[in-house]
């Protein structure tokens, strides 16, 4: 068992991240194979403050091609582990080899953890997930920033999902502030940070949003606001992908808006 003082001996360099989300305690215990002892792997349990908190750390650590396993949710796994939330609790089971039997196991033991923790349905906890398109989303890629998010100090609590437009990945995020004033205050914070990082203002096709589309190096970067939440996009190569996600994604949020 480790707390915040002794987590990084457990896991040295990734220590900071896991307190910085909200982390409470973890708890490790190593399995073998019964029927091949030379084959097992290590659990390790996080307990976080709150399901956003386990959701943040699990969507940060996520693999970007790494297959979701379907019968958890949300969970992906890779060639030796099985990766999931639930809950306030983010869980890794590694395996410390490869090979079909140990990756059933792992899968197994996967399954029945998850059955004895408590669940929470992902809208409960990110209610920003209301905020964005279902169309052309790709499922799993949600990645929640409690801190800082695109290396901007200001950004936290962001929460950004990729989408597929005209053979172009697109990333949109939205952000709910505390009120309209503050959800613009933050759209003018981050275009100063994007232009003294070398961005300048591009033309938009659209009116809604003229002020708030910048060219960065070629990447097409976009903020605006609708009433107390922000949203946008991120380095998007394409900027009529972009510009097609974020109309999309603000005519969502008005919506949202409307229905209190």
Avoid: W
């Avoid at 900071?16 to 708890?27: N, T």
């Avoid at 890794?92 to 033991?109: P, T």
């Avoid at 589309?213 to 991120?234: E, L, W």
């Amino acid at each position: 068992n480790f707390n915040a003082e002794s987590l990084y001996k457990k896991i040295n360099g990734k220590a900071p991240m896991y307190i910085e989300a909200g982390f409470r305690q973890l708890s490790t215990v190593r399995f073998s194979r019964k029927k091949n002892s030379d084959q097992g792997g290590e659990i390790y349990l996080y307990e976080m403050e709150s399901p956003r908190s386990a959701f943040s750390v699990y969507s940060n650590q996520k693999r970007a091609d790494s297959p979701l396993l379907e019968s958890i949710s949300p969970a992906y796994k890779t060639d030796n582990a099985v990766y999931f939330c639930s809950d306030r609790y983010y869980v890794e089971i590694v395996g410390f080899s490869q090979s079909s039997a140990l990756r059933n196991d792992i899968k197994d033991i996967a399954e029945n953890l998850s059955e004895g923790l408590p669940h929470i349905q992902k809208e409960e906890y990110l209610s920003e997930l209301k905020m964005f398109p279902e169309k052309g989303r790709i499922e799993g890629s949600l990645i929640l920033n409690l801190n800082g998010a695109y290396g901007f100090q200001d950004f936290d609590n962001i929460l950004s999902a990729k989408y597929n437009r005209d053979d172009t990945t697109v990333t949109a995020f939205v952000s709910i502030r505390r009120s309209p004033d503050e959800a613009q205050k933050v759209v003018e914070q981050y275009k100063k940070f994007l232009a003294d990082n070398g961005a300048s203002p591009a033309s938009a096709s659209s009116e809604i949003l003229e002020q708030g589309i910048m060219d960065m190096y070629g990447m097409t970067q976009i903020i605006f606001s609708v009433g107390r939440t922000c949203g946008g996009i991120h380095q998007a190569n394409s900027q009529e992908a972009a510009e097609n996600i974020a109309l999309n994604l603000a005519k969502q949020m008005e919506q949202q808006k409307s229905e209190g």
